[in-house]
């Protein structure tokens, strides 16, 4: 079972900022919290990941916490491609498998 | 797009049936993933493939196998197909060292009736 747990859905306006969050208050030292989207149809695609400090690359930035226990996925300026279900997921270093919860639907309106 | 290609997109089986997915991986990548996921849900781990060695396996039946090539291409095959076997199956493949980076397939739908 996944061990983060996200709102069901969230709204946000074009152009804005859209902060997505999730805990992972059981998340063990060597875990790395990973974010991916799922436009509708296609496959989950790779956002970001981080382990402990705040990440950003060219699609988004991920801010976590001090103590590790909870994370901010941020997409600085929401278009409408960018509605998609989002998944936070613990993962290690190594190669393993993904444990999808039901992730969290955000939906950007014009 | 990411490189990874699935076969077919689409497909429809009666139910007691078998079927073959295929998946090309991305170029350099050895190591492939596959999930299932119904409808509404997140994908579920199947299995994965290292080295064309099974390398982890979730919760599904033994009717549900695989095989990866030397060119790290893989199949799943599902034999006695049920009903609730309709769902997207999805591959991913990552590459050495890159943790939980996987890169995804569109994935193939398949119906079972």
């Known amino acids: 079972d996944a061990k983060t747990t996200q709102p069901t859905s969230m709204d946000c306006a074009e152009g804005r900022a859209a902060n997505l969050p999730c805990n992972h208050s059981?998340?063990?030292?060597?875990?790395?919290v990973y974010w991916y989207r799922q436009i509708h149809s296609q496959g989950p695609q790779y956002i970001i990941h981080g382990l402990k400090n705040n990440e950003t690359n060219e699609m988004a930035s991920l801010i976590i916490t001090e103590d590790r226990k909870s994370s901010t996925l941020i997409l600085p300026h929401a278009t409408l491609r960018d509605t998609a279900v989002y998944y936070c997921i613990e993962g290690q270093g190594g190669s393993e498998k993904l444990v999808f919860g039901k992730g969290m639907k955000l939906t950007v309106n014009p | 797009e990411t490189g990874v290609t699935q076969s077919p997109t689409h497909l429809i089986k009666t139910r007691g049936q078998q079927v073959t997915l295929r998946c090309s991986s991305q170029?350099?990548?050895?190591?492939v993933s596959w999930y299932q996921q119904a409808l509404g849900q997140g994908p579920q781990f199947i299995f994965q493939?290292?080295?064309?060695?099974?390398?982890g396996r979730g919760n599904f039946p033994p009717r549900f196998s695989g095989l990866q090539f030397p060119n790290y291409s893989s199949e799943l095959n599902v034999n006695a197909l049920e009903l609730d076997d309709s769902a997207l199956y999805l591959c991913?493949?990552?590459?050495?060292?890159?943790?939980?980076?996987?890169?995804f397939g569109p994935g193939t739908r398949l119906t079972v009736t």
């Open positions: 059981t998340i063990s030292g060597n875990e790395y």
């Open positions: 170029s350099g990548h050895n190591t």
């Open positions: 493939y290292y080295r064309e060695e099974e390398n």
């Open positions: 991913a493949s990552s590459a050495p060292g890159t943790g939980s980076k996987q890169y």
